[in-house]
């Protein structure tokens, strides 16, 4: 898809007040054009199902795995970050399938002719299975606006639907949260921190020592206020910038969502990634529980979007991860800015030799 066609597709949804694929195609093709990526994307939709709605007969969404509408978020969220940076990136693995991990690795040990062979620990299995999640990002409009919405407010509405879902999709990524029934976790879960010294330099050296994994593999993982705070540190290395690079040789990749606290080194193939797609989606006969915690007792109601004259334009990432034995060391106290920054690089000053009476 085009820059726009998303949010023109989750605008087409929104404005034909239906599930049903024909009715979402016709108000394409009146408010887009059929030529567009969004008309396009309806159209491949309903090829894929028969049901004539977004759900398949299994009752699963259809989705569309449209290269330009995942690198909307891609090009932001860590998972592409990595992929980006790091030769061979994370372990690919496909929808809902089975992956066979192993746990406890193949022994080998010199013997001599005729003698008997040691066998130690043979190799264990266990089987990971790629159960799909996702994280879903709402903005509530006003019909009106959504109805007569130009190109400026259709880029912030698809700008911030975006910025929601990357943040989350980082935030729960380089965490040490424990996997759920909607989440799958972070890389970090099970995972002890290492303890910050209180100096970013000797902290960045902790975690290179205690790292296990593959350095060929390997990605630093943070936020653009550590980064910013490690070229403070290491400011004679100027190939770290808020947007990544290189740090001890090694790539890194710096996004939002990312706590500023954090650093983490993850070795990108012991970790089994499901980058899934994304798709548009809509909401008008819907209910919101709303907080107002104006007063001094916080108080929620329930309102309707319909009665409201509102919609919910919503954006949904499909995703899923699983760490391997070993696969990342992080120190999650650190405080990127208040470290003592390096002195700089001392330089031979330049001798300037007198002319002064030379013939």
């Keep these: 898809?085009?820059?726009?066609?998303f949010i023109d597709a989750v605008r087409a949804i929104a404005l034909s007040r239906s599930d049903e694929l024909g009715n979402v195609k016709l108000q394409a093709r009146n408010t887009i054009s059929t030529r567009s990526d969004a008309s396009a994307f309806f159209r491949s939709a309903e090829s894929l199902t028969d049901t004539g709605s977004f759900v398949d007969a299994d009752g699963n969404p259809v989705t569309i795995d449209d290269p330009a509408v995942i690198g909307l978020v891609s090009k932001q969220s860590v998972i592409g970050l990595v992929a980006a940076a790091v030769a061979g990136g994370w372990r690919s693995v496909q929808p809902f399938g089975s992956i066979a991990r192993q746990t406890l690795g193949t022994s080998a040990s010199w013997v001599g002719e005729a003698g008997v062979k040691i066998v130690g620990n043979p190799p264990l299995f266990v089987i990971d299975r790629a159960l799909v999640r996702k994280v879903v990002g709402t903005v509530i409009v006003a019909d009106e606006l959504l109805r007569r919405a130009n190109a400026a407010v259709k880029a912030a509405l698809q700008a911030d639907l975006i910025r929601a879902v990357v943040t989350e999709l980082n935030a729960e990524l380089v965490s040490n949260s424990a996997p759920s029934a909607s989440s799958p976790g972070g890389l970090?879960?099970?995972?002890?921190?290492?303890?910050s010294s209180g100096d970013i330099a000797a902290d960045v050296s902790t975690i290179i020592?205690?790292?296990?994994?593959?350095?060929?593999?390997?990605?630093?993982?943070?936020?653009?206020r550590m980064a910013v705070g490690l070229v403070r540190a290491f400011h004679a290395e100027q190939t770290l910038g808020i947007s990544g690079g290189y740090l001890c040789g090694l790539a890194a990749v710096a996004a939002t969502g990312v706590s500023d606290n954090v650093l983490a080194l993850v070795d990108c193939s012991r970790v089994l990634m499901l980058d899934g797609p994304l798709t548009p989606s809509a909401a008008s006969h819907a209910s919101l529980a709303v907080n107002d915690e104006s007063g001094e007792t916080p108080v929620t109601s329930i309102m309707s979007l319909w009665a409201q004259n509102l919609v919910a334009l919503r954006c949904e990432k499909y995703a899923w991860w699983s760490a391997g034995e070993d696969a990342a060391v992080w120190v999650d106290d650190v405080e990127p800015l208040t470290a003592t920054p390096a002195p700089p690089a001392s330089k031979t000053p330049a001798v300037l030799k007198s002319t002064k009476g030379a013939q």
Excluded: E, Q, T
């Excluded at 898809?1 to 066609?5: I, P, V």
């Excluded at 970090?188 to 303890?195: D, S």
């Design 209 to 224: 020592g205690a790292f296990r994994g593959d350095f060929a593999r390997a990605c630093w993982i943070m936020s653009p």
């Design 188 to 195: 970090l879960f099970g995972v002890l921190p290492l303890p």
């Design 1 to 5: 898809m085009a820059r726009g066609d």
